[in-house]
């Protein structure tokens, strides 16, 4: 038996406001010559399908259409619900699905109630933890408010059914797909809720050993594909959604499973969609430099380092990158020691200078003679506005 891990496809995700759905058609088109290719009988989607809870329609025919072809290509599809999911949408028909070899696992009540494959004498129970929010379910379920505590109580459930599947059915083996941020994992920018899950004083992690009891656990919600233990890993979104991925291979986890268990657990990869590419140096470097042909083509996050901002730097930049997608000023070396905007304001001594110092504190360097000027035609034609108001 051969079984395809894989999560967070985010289908309808932007990428600095350019639309990717047809490179996560891509994606699906790679996947699917996986199936083929790697004899796949299993598919598992560990949550956030969809990168909001209500899905744009083109995504969700996107989705449609990757089912059907998934299906015909042989494999069986179980999915979870992710934060970004709307459990409810998501699992709509889920009852009716199961019958078509699609099985959704978006409901708490039913984690519990395992996906049974059996192929060549090797028998999964697939258990689906879809993400639990622990302010929904921690009261009903009595259990602390926090991720450790509804995930804790979940395993509890999983084990219970497992421990009477094995008494009833022999040797099997077991996998739990949950949408989780398991300590001792790295995160990237891409994602948007891991940043408020660790400024909570670790309530939004859970251990490893949460998951401890069962052969396999699936996990989502991370997107650099790592494991945590040999049997504890995560996939990683299939593509790259944030310049902090640049370098992250995108891809999978490809299960062997045989009568005594599993066999091996190997990666599989999907080089789909425009490269990415992290550069940084002064304007004259960057636009001339041979080095960085290979970015000419690619999704571009430049950071330029120039002491002063080199006029029409984004312009110039966007001639030899076109794909200049996120434009960064960070000068190096020492700067002139700037003294807070509430003192320059103090130290003013005229309404010119008040505005003149403004636009030196936030751009660091000194308004210009043009600028100057046109500061003080304005509030000179204020003033007159002023008086003439008052007459």
Known sequence: ???????????????????????????????????????????????????????????????????ARI??????????????????????????????????RTRADTVQDPVCVEIDGATALIYGIPYLEPRLISTSWQTPSHHTGVLTE?????????E???????????????????????????????????????????AASVFD???????????????????VRYSGSPLRYSFSEARQAKG??????????IESIDPVQWPVGRALKVLESDIEDLLHNPAYADAEDAWCQITVTDAERPPQAYTRLKQRFPGLL??????????????????????AV????????????????????AETALFSEALEHGRIQEAEARR
């Not at 979940?154 to 497992?162: E, F, G, K, Y």
């Not at 000023?329 to 103090?346: E, F, H, I, N």
Request: hydrophobic share 40%.
């Open 350 to 369: 005229s309404d010119v200078q008040m505005c003149t110092d403004f636009v030196e504190h936030v751009r660091a360097r000194p308004a210009s003679e």
């Open 326 to 347: 996120n434009f960064i000023l960070a000068p190096r070396g020492p700067r002139p020691m700037v003294t807070s905007y509430a003192q320059k304001l103090d130290d």
């Open 213 to 231: 009891g069962v052969d396999y656990v699936a996990l989502g919600h991370l997107h650099g594909r790592q494991s945590i233990t040999e049997t």
């Open 154 to 162: 979940a395993m509890t459930r999983i084990r219970a059914d497992l």
């Open 71 to 104: 299906r015909e290509a042989g494999a069986i599809v179980v999915i979870t619900s992710g934060n970004h999911d709307s459990a409810t949408r998501l699992g709509f028909g889920g009852r009716l699905m199961d019958a078509a070899g699609v099985h959704v």
């Open 164 to 206: 009477q599947q094995q008494s009833e059915r022999g040797p099997l083996t077991s996998i739990v797909m949950a949408h989780v941020f398991a300590a001792g994992a790295s995160g990237s920018d891409s994602e948007r809720d891991i940043g408020a899950e660790q400024m909570q004083g670790g309530l939004g992690q859970v």
């Open 1 to 67: 038996m051969r079984l395809l891990h894989t999560s967070d496809w985010h289908l309808g995700r932007s990428f600095h406001g350019t639309g990717m759905l047809d490179t996560q058609r891509e994606f699906i088109a790679a996947l699917i010559d996986t199936i083929r290719t790697e004899q796949i009988d299993v598919l598992l989607i560990s949550g956030d399908v969809y990168d909001r809870a209500l899905p744009a329609s083109d995504a969700v025919e996107v989705f449609d259409d990757a089912l």
């Open 252 to 261: 999978g986890w490809i299960l062997t499973i045989g009568a005594e268990g």
